[in-house]
Each structure stands twice: as C-alpha cells, then as structure tokens.
C-alpha cells in the first residue's frame, strides 16, 4: 500500500480521522489540558502548562515534518496570511478562549472527562459560531479577510535565510524558553 | 506489563511527554493524511450539517459549505475521537465525573451553572466563530501551522494568547475581583 493509496481511500481516512483523534485526545487529557483550570490559568498566567504542551509538541513536530518533507513524503500546507484574516481572527478567538476557558479541541477532550459547561456552552457554542461565520463568509471574504496580507508564506521567506538555518534557531529557542520556565520554578 | 498499566491508569503524564506525543501525532497526520491535525474544521461540517437537514436547498449552494463540504470525513470525525481518547484516558485513571462548575470559576463567581454556561456558551461562539475567521485553531494554527515554520499561523496563535490573556485579565482580576 502506497501512500497515494492511503490518503485517497475515503473509508480509511474516516478511521484514521477518528483514531487519530482518539490518540489526540488521550494525550490532550494525560498532558492536563482537557482541565479549565489549567487553561484559564495559563490565560491568567499562574500556570504554564498549555505552553509546555505546545512547545513540545512544535518541538518534535517541526523536526520531523521538515525531515520528511526533505525525503518527499510531505508538503507544506501553509498558505498566506493577512492582518485581516490572522490577527482580527485570532484576537476574536483569544476573548472567546478566555470566556469558555477551552480551545476547541481542548473542549471536545473536556466533555470526555464530564465537563458540562463543555459541552452546553463550547461544543454548541461553537456549532452555532461556525455557523454564524459561514452566513457572513462571502461579505467577509471580499474586504476584511484580505486587508494586509503578509509579506511571505514562511519564516525562512520572511527572513530571507536558509530553511534549516530558522529551524534550529527556533528549536533552540523553544527548548530554552522552557528551560527558563524551569529554572524560575513555572 | 504491569508499568505499562501504571503509565496508562495515572492521573497525569509530564507536559513535555505529552506534548512530545502530539507533535509525532501531527506528524503521522501529515504522512498518512496529507492535512494538518486540526479541530476546528469539524465545527463548520457540524453546522451544516445541521443546516442541511433543515434548509437543504440554501445551504447548498452557501460559499462556505462549498469549500468546506458538510460530511462525515476525516476533519469531523477527529472531535468525538477526542472525545472519546479523553474519555478512555479518565476511565483509566479513575478521574470521570460530571460537572457544570470548574473549581476556578467557582472561587470567582460562585457555584451558579446557569452563569457558567451563559459565559461558557458566549465563548463558544466567539471561537467557532474567531477559529473560522482566522482559518484555525490552538491545534491547526498554533501546533500544526507553528511546526510548518509558517508565518500567518505563528501570528495567528500569538493573538489567541494576546486576546486570551488580556480578557482572561479582565475577567479574573477586574470583573471577578479576585
């Protein structure tokens, strides 16, 4: 079985999309991030463990698609950016994070663990605000989504250096800021 | 054998060890996928779905549900495998219980639940709907987007943390008082 095959097979990918996230959500429980505690407390800044996750998984994760994208097996799925569409966007979701105090995946894990205001307030939540996006999608689409797109698709474009040169930069600079959480005890 | 059961009925794993496993999860995602491992997606199937079964006719031909096919596929189908991975892992460790009031909240706002929801139900919104702005979430953007080096999502995931730690602020230490 190719790969080719694998990804074109719609039946399997079904499977894999569920056990794929079954994985991801039994690691999101054990790594403490289906708890509004420790969400809210990252946003509050008393607890650090949503960016001990994160960097991590970024950690591992930049290392290994860049090394299989070297060899072929993946592509980059990046695509452009806009203040329009990133930043309005992404300052939108951060009020709605700190509200519900879940992420949507970290949501989907916490009703696994029985948190209720999970389910009534994000996964229906965000059903409707999915919704709502989708009815003012076309006028959004046309002006404000487009507004100052970003200068390149990638870090390396952006700065004009060597791919690998970026990434060990960043991996460096990832496993330090976590040292220094350690060291000052976060 | 008997470790290995230990190190699935624990509590908690390190941060770093589950993180370390998400990103080798994206990986695969990657590989075997050929699509970021992302949540948020799966919020915009749902709706319209739903919008299908009541207004088929109109939610055909909406210019969201045409880049974003309403069907049970690869991208709906990873929100109740969460669901269910976090279920299997609080099962595991003894940890299950329902809840409408997180202990956090609690100290700030009291025990109410129908507060709770209304806030919770109100953030909800606002991040299905910010999440669908922006073309992803903490998972799409801030993990899977971050690994590929790409510049939008790194921005992207920086105003999840500016937005959330300014209104988690707000909230906490000014409204809540605490």
Request: glycine share 14%; proline share 3%.
């Amino acid at each position: 079985m190719t790969l080719e095959t694998i990804r074109t097979n719609y039946r399997l990918q079904v499977v894999l999309g569920l056990l794929m996230g079954i994985c991801f959500g039994f690691l999101l429980q054990k790594g403490g991030m289906t708890d509004y505690n420790v969400i809210e407390g990252q946003l509050l800044l008393t607890n650090f463990s949503v960016l001990k996750v994160m960097l991590s998984a970024v950690i591992v994760g930049m290392a290994g698609f860049h090394l299989l994208k070297h060899f072929g097996y993946v592509r980059l799925h990046a695509a452009e950016g806009a203040w329009g569409t990133n930043v309005v966007g992404g300052l939108i979701f951060g009020a709605g994070f700190a509200l519900l105090g879940y992420c949507p995946g970290t949501a989907a894990g916490a009703v696994g663990t029985g948190a209720l205001d999970a389910l009534v307030g994000g996964i229906i939540g965000m059903v409707i605000g999915a919704g709502l996006f989708a009815e003012v999608y076309p006028k959004l689409r046309a002006t404000v989504l487009r507004r100052g797109p970003f200068p390149a698709v990638t870090v390396p474009e952006l700065l004009h250096l060597n791919l690998w040169t970026v990434l060990v930069l960043m991996e460096v600079c990832m496993i330090g800021f976590l040292l220094v959480l350690e060291y000052f005890g976060l | 054998m008997f470790i290995v059961l230990e190190f699935l009925t624990v509590a908690t794993w390190s941060p770093y060890l589950a993180g370390a496993g998400i990103g080798v999860l994206s990986c695969l995602a990657f590989l075997l996928s050929d699509r970021p491992l992302g949540c948020s997606t799966a919020f915009v199937k749902a709706s319209g779905l739903i919008g299908k079964s009541f207004n088929a006719k109109k939610t055909a031909v909406m210019d969201y549900y045409r880049e974003i096919i309403p069907q049970a596929d690869w991208a709906l189908m990873v929100i109740p495998g969460i669901m269910i991975g976090a279920f299997i892992s609080v099962l595991l460790s003894g940890q299950f219980h329902l809840a409408w009031v997180p202990s956090l909240w609690e100290q700030s706002f009291g025990p109410s639940p129908l507060l709770r929801v209304v806030v919770a139900l109100a953030g909800g919104i606002l991040l299905g709907f910010g999440a669908r702005w922006a073309g992803g979430c903490t998972s799409g953007h801030g993990i899977n987007g971050s690994i590929q080096l790409s510049l939008a999502s790194m921005v992207t995931a920086a105003c999840f943390f500016a937005g959330g730690i300014a209104v988690a602020l707000l909230l906490f230490r000014v409204i809540g008082g605490a």
